[in-house]
Nanobody, 123 residues
Framework: QVQLVESGGGLVQAGDSLRLSCVASGRTFGYTMGWFRQAPGKGREFVAAVTWSSSNTYYADSVKGRFTISRDNAKNTVFLQMNSLKPEDTAVYYC?????????????????WGQGTQVTVSS
């Protein structure tokens, strides 16, 4: 069993920064980890992912250049540094573990999810 707990969300103004954390317990060794988000009335969308060794990172076009995903395997923690936040970044942000194989951008390829943390960006 894998448990993922996100933290770091909050209410900020446009242009501000936030750093989200996801602490994992259980089996995450060797797995790619990702961040997704879901805005009110919309589907869950891919934000970023990082492989186990951090040798590869992936980003949605909408966050490229503003968000940075990283991980500290010794602390079983994945981070999402979010800079230059915009009102359209407002959403619940979820951490997830990717199962082996499959498309890193596809929600269906992730088998464990956290409960989410709310990020609200005011204009």
């Amino acid at each position: 069993q894998v448990q993922l707990v996100e933290s770091g969300g909050g209410l900020v103004q446009a242009g501000d920064s936030l750093r989200l954390s996801c602490v994992a317990s259980g089996r995450t060794f060797g797995y790619t980890m990702g961040w997704f988000r879901q805005a009110p009335g919309k589907g869950r969308e891919f934000v970023a992912a990082v492989t186990w060794s951090s040798s590869n990172t992936y980003y949605a076009d909408s966050v490229k250049g503003r968000f940075t995903i990283s991980r500290d395997n010794a602390k079983n923690t994945v981070f999402l540094q979010m800079n230059s936040l915009k009102p359209e970044d407002t959403a619940v942000y979820y951490c997830a573990r990717k199962s082996s194989g499959g498309n890193v951008y596809d929600t269906k390829e992730y088998d464990y999810w956290g409960q989410g943390t709310q990020v609200t960006v005011s204009s």
